[in-house]
């Protein structure tokens, strides 16, 4: 006697009370047996919940994209302080799964050194490297920056700000154009 394994479940040969043989055939998360335990025909629910199996244009399907989010800060904004000052701010909503998170700025510290960095504030850590700017050239001279990175979300809220300081204290460190990205790929 042989027993044969099918999309999860068994399907074999039992002995009937009778004791001839017989087929029992069922089926279970997405499958459902439509015919009867001799002929069987094995139907696909589908659908957008648990247990059910999925169709071209299901969202399980494709991550990629969804949740987005997008905050900016246009206006430009200066320090002297040598502490991390704001720029913009994103506060997601209690998201799960693997995001991206982007940002960008262009910044300006037309005397000394300048710093700006993306900071996780739940998690108190900043996201890649913090980014030296020495431009002294003119203070009319607004080179960018961008990254990218990866932050799981295991289903609560995270807050991520654009921060930016003056290197020693007493200079102008000018920020604008700043904004942060945050969307699902997994």
């Not at 302080?81 to 300006?108: E, F, S």
């Not at 995270?158 to 790929?185: C, H, L, M, P």
């Amino acid at each position: 006697m042989t027993t044969k394994e099918c999309c999860e479940h068994t399907i074999g040969p039992t002995v009937a009370a009778g004791g001839g043989l017989t087929n029992t055939v069922s089926g279970s998360n997405g499958i459902t047996n439509t015919g009867d335990n001799v002929d069987a025909v094995l139907t696909p629910t589908y659908g957008s919940s648990a247990n059910t199996i999925c169709e071209g244009n299901d969202p399980r399907l494709n991550v990629f994209g969804q949740d987005y989010q997008r905050a900016e800060s246009l206006a430009q904004s200066q320090t002297t302080l040598a502490t991390y000052q704001d720029k913009v701010t994103l506060t997601t909503p209690a998201l799960t799964g693997t995001y991206r998170i982007a940002c960008g700025a262009m910044v300006n510290n037309a005397d000394k050194a300048g710093f700006a960095r993306l900071y996780n504030v739940t998690d108190a850590g900043i996201i890649g490297d913090e980014w030296k700017m020495r431009i002294k050239d003119s203070a009319d001279n607004y080179p960018g920056f961008s990254s990218v990175h990866e932050v799981v979300f295991s289903g609560a809220s995270k807050q991520f700000k654009v921060q930016y300081r003056d290197g020693t204290g007493g200079n102008t460190q000018s920020i604008k154009d700043a904004w942060i990205e945050v969307w699902r790929v997994s």
